[in-house]
Structures are given as C-alpha cells and as structure tokens.
C-alpha cells in the first residue's frame, strides 16, 4: 500500500513522524479529488509506523481504530502528514494524525488507535 500510494517518509523527531503522499491518479476519486480513502491510508500508516518505532523490538503493531474527519479537499500536488502522540499505553497507543496541502491547509484529521503485542502472542 505503501509504495502504491507513493507515501514517503521525510522526518523524525522525538515525538512527531512525518510523512507525504502525491495527489495523482493513484489518490484521486472519480471526480478528480483526494480520495477519503486514501487520506486514511496514510494516516493509519503514519500512525502505525510511528508506533512501531516506540515498541519494544519484541512487539508488533495492529491498528484497531482511525477515525477520521475531511475538511478540505485537494486535486494535485503533495498531502504532508504529522503525527502526535496521544496515549502510550502497555497495550495501546494513540496518535493525532492531521494531514495538511501545499499551502499548509489542514485537508483531513485523525486519531488512530493501535494495539500493541507481543510478536509470539497467538492473538491478533
């Protein structure tokens, strides 16, 4: 999905993670503007990724929850999106993900929720 939707990494802080994805054919619906869909795919990448870098090297992360609220729309260029740690819990985590365009305009926001476990846990 990654690579499909053209996400790219670009920066890591201690606390933030950030990502960009284009606005092309791959991202558009079939009127021409940034799908919902794909908004929530990069958030939830985001936020999974950000997660897996806090996890201890024995866990794995699933995301259990994204909801998501679309205030702008956009039609070409490049979507930036930024994480924010909500909760760090033994089990959860929680992130903030808003997703703004070229021109710093918040586009879409989201809270992600992720369980976090062990890797030999049986359950998923």
Known sequence: MVANLGIEFFMNDEQHL?????????????????????????????????????????????????????????????????????????STHIWDVNIYDDEEQLISTARVSNRIQDSNSTSG
């Open 18 to 90: 950030y990502a960009k994805m284009p606005v092309n054919e791959k991202t558009l619906q079939p009127l021409g503007y940034l799908h919902g869909g794909a908004s929530l795919a990069l958030a939830e990448t985001l936020a999974s990724a950000a997660s897996f870098l806090v996890a201890e090297k024995h866990q794995i992360v699933f995301t259990v929850q994204v909801l998501a609220n679309h205030v702008k729309t956009v039609r070409e260029g490049y979507v930036k999106a930024i994480t924010a740690p909500i909760h760090f819990g033994k």
